[in-house]
C-alpha cells in the first residue's frame, strides 16, 4: 500500500509529538511492507535528505508565518499527493488543515485526519484563529475519517459534531541511550534533576511550573527541555523569571534526551491543551514518577501511576507536589513500577497495526469508527477522586 504523511513540520522529529509519531509510524508501515511518502518542510528539519527510515521524504515550499506556514505548505503538498503521487491513503495532521482534505476527497484519494486534541483552545491563537480552527474541527468529520487520540477528544466530537470518530493513542518506547554524556554537558547529575520536555508556550503551563519550582526546598535541578517558534517573548520571560536551579538546554533529541529521561528524579508535564501528549507516554515507558496537569486527557493516560496538580489552584499545588516528590524516595520508586507497568499498553507497533486496520477499511470504501486499538485502556481504573500533596 502507498501511504502518505502530511500536515506537519516532518522527519527526522525535531520539534513535537506529532513529527515523533510520523517517524515511528513512517518506519513500522516501512517493515510492514508499504511505501511511505512524507512530506516535510525543508527549513524546520536539521538536513534535507530524500529518504529516512524506510520513507522517501519530501519538501513543498511553504510561507513562513506563525498563521499560514501549517496550511499553505499542506496546500502544496495535497495537490502534489493528488496530482502525481496517488497515494492509497493519505494521513493528514492537525485539525486545521481539515478544509484541504477536499483536494484528496476530489481527486478519489481515501484520507484520514487526526485533529490533536482541541486546538482552539491554545492561548497562542487570536480570535479569528480559533473561529477557524472550531470551523476546521467541525468539518474534518465531513470530509475524511477522523483520528482522536484520546478517548475525550472522541466524546467531544461526538457531543459536540454529532460524528464518530476512531480511537488511536500515541504510542511509547523505553530509552535506548541510557548513557550520562548528555548529563555532563549541562553539568547534571543522574537521579538529581526535575525534568520538562516540550514546546515552550504558554498553554504548556511552563511559566506555572517555573514560578512553582522557586517554593521547592531542594538542591534538585529543574531542566527545561524544549523551544518554540514565534515565541520569543514568552521565552525570554520564563528565562527573566526562573530561579538559577533551572536549566535550559532548547530542543534534545535522540539519544540525549533519552538519556535525561532515564536519568531524571520525575517528569512534569504541565500541558494544559490536547489529546494524549506523547511526552506522558514516554515518561511513563522510561519508568519514570511522573506529576501532571489533572485533566480528563491525561488521566487516561497515566490513571494511577502518577501524581495530579490542579492548576486552578495555581502555582502552589504544583509547588507541593514537587515537594513532595524531591522528599519522598519511597512514594518515587512506588510510582515508577506503576508506570513501567502502564507504559506496556501503548507500543508503537500496536499503533501502527490499528492505524493499517483503518486503512484497509477506507481503502475499500467502508466505515470504521469507535476504537481501532487493541490496548486495554478502557479496563483501567481511572479514579474520580483528585490524588494530591
Not at 291 to 296: E, F, H, K, S
Request: net charge neutral; proline share 5%; hydrophobic share 40%.
Amino acid at each position: 500500500m502507498k501511504i502518505a504523511l502530511i500536515g506537519t513540520r516532518g522527519i527526522p522529529a525535531r520539534y513535537g509529538g506529532f513529527e515523533t509519531a510520523i517517524e515511528h509510524l513512517a518506519e513500522l508501515f516501512s517493515a510492514h511492507g508499504h511505501r511511505v511518502t512524507v512530506y516535510c518542510r525543508a527549513h524546520e528539519v536539521s538536513e534535507v535528505i530524500p529518504s529516512y527510515r524506510g520513507a522517501r521524504l519530501l519538501y513543498p515550499p511553504s510561507l513562513k508565518n506563525k498563521y499560514l506556514e501549517t496550511i499553505s505548505h499542506t496546500f502544496v503538498g495535497s495537490v502534489h499527493l493528488a496530482v502525481k503521487a496517488r497515494p492509497d491513503v493519505a494521513v493528514y495532521f492537525i485539525a486545521g488543515n481539515s478544509p484541504l482534505l477536499a483536494i484528496p476527497r476530489l481527486a478519489r484519494v481515501p484520507a484520514l485526519i487526526n485533529v490533536d486534541g482541541l486546538d482552539w483552545r491554545r492561548d497562542k491563537w487570536p480570535a479569528v484563529a480559533k473561529w477557524y480552527i472550531r470551523t476546521a474541527e467541525w468539518l474534518a468529520p465531513r470530509l475524511a475519517t477522523v483520528i482522536t487520540d484520546a478517548r475525550d477528544v472522541q466524546s467531544y466530537y461526538r457531543d459536540v459534531y454529532h460524528r464518530d470518530t476512531v480511537y488511536i493513542p500515541y504510542g511509547a518506547s523505553p530509552p535506548t541511550a541510557t548513557g550520562t554524556a548528555t548529563l555532563e554537558r549541562y553539568g547534571l547529575e543522574p537521579g538529581g534533576y526535575v525534568l520538562y520536555v516540550g514546546r515552550l508556550v504558554p498553554e504548556n503551563r511552563v511559566h506555572l511550573l517555573t514560578a512553582a519550582y522557586r517554593q521547592v526546598k531542594s538542591d534538585f535541578k529543574l531542566v527545561v527541555v524544549g523551544g518554540a517558534s514565534f515565541e520569543d517573548d514568552f521565552v525570554q520571560r520564563l528565562h527573566r523569571e526562573a530561579d538559577e536551579r533551572t536549566v535550559f538546554t532548547g530542543y534534545v533529541f535522540g539519544d540525549g534526551y533519552d538519556e535525561l529521561r532515564t536519568h531524571a528524579h520525575a517528569m512534569v508535564v504541565p500541558h494544559a491543551v490536547g489529546g494524549t501528549h506523547p511526552v506522558l507516554l514516554e515518561a511513563l515507558a522510561a519508568g519514570q514518577c511522573v506529576i501532571a496537569n489533572d485533566n480528563q486527557q491525561n488521566r487516561e493516560v497515566v490513571g494511577t501511576a502518577g501524581l495530579y496538580f490542579d492548576e486552578r489552584l495555581g502555582e502552589a499545588d504544583l509547588a507541593a507536589n514537587l515537594q513532595r516528590v524531591v522528599d519522598d524516595a519511597q512514594l518515587v520508586a512506588d510510582l515508577r513500577s506503576r508506570a513501567e507497568e502502564r507504559a506496556k499498553i501503548y507500543s508503537w507497533e500496536r499503533v501502527a497495526r490499528a492505524y493499517e486496520d483503518v486503512f484497509d477499511a477506507v481503502v475499500e470504501g467502508s466505515a470504521f469508527t469507535g476504537t481501532a486499538f487493541d490496548g486495554r485502556t478502557a479496563d483501567l481504573p481511572v479514579p474520580a477522586e483528585r490524588r494530591r500533596a
